[in-house]
């Protein structure tokens, strides 16, 4: 199986920074594209950012020149280094990953359990 982990969400003023964690671990043999989602209350998950394995990036309108996206393969793992922050930004953000986890086998897409970011105005 595999899992992903997130970590990096808290409490931030408007105009700070945070940055988020993805870790994805267990039985790996490749990692397609990665992501960041998130949920607002009362609101459907979105997609923020995505990072293919050739480090090409796709961005939310909102986001862009705020928001980076960046991965790590040796450490499997994404980030989200977020700055200028909104209170509209506030949300549950969710790591997502497409693994292959044999090269015989398809890849599927696993998701975080999510982590929460909240930006006070």
């Known amino acids: 199986q595999v899992q992903l982990v997130e970590s990096g969400g808290g409490l931030v003023q408007a105009g700070g920074s945070l940055r988020l964690s993805c870790v994805a671990s267990g039985r790996i043999f490749s990692i397609n594209s990665m992501a960041w989602y998130r949920q607002a209350p009362g609101k459907s998950r979105e997609l923020v950012t995505s990072?293919?394995?050739?480090?090409?990036?796709n961005y939310a309108d909102s986001v862009k020149g705020r928001f980076t996206i960046s991965r790590d393969n040796a450490k499997n793992t994404v980030y989200l280094q977020m700055n200028s922050l909104k209170p509209e930004n506030t949300a549950v953000y969710y790591c997502?990953?497409?693994?292959?986890?044999?090269?015989?086998?398809?890849?599927?897409?696993?998701w975080g359990q999510g982590t929460q970011v909240t930006v006070s105005s």
């Open positions: 990072i293919t394995s050739g480090n090409s990036t």
């Open positions: 997502n990953a497409v693994v292959r986890r044999a090269p015989t086998l398809p890849a599927y897409t696993y």
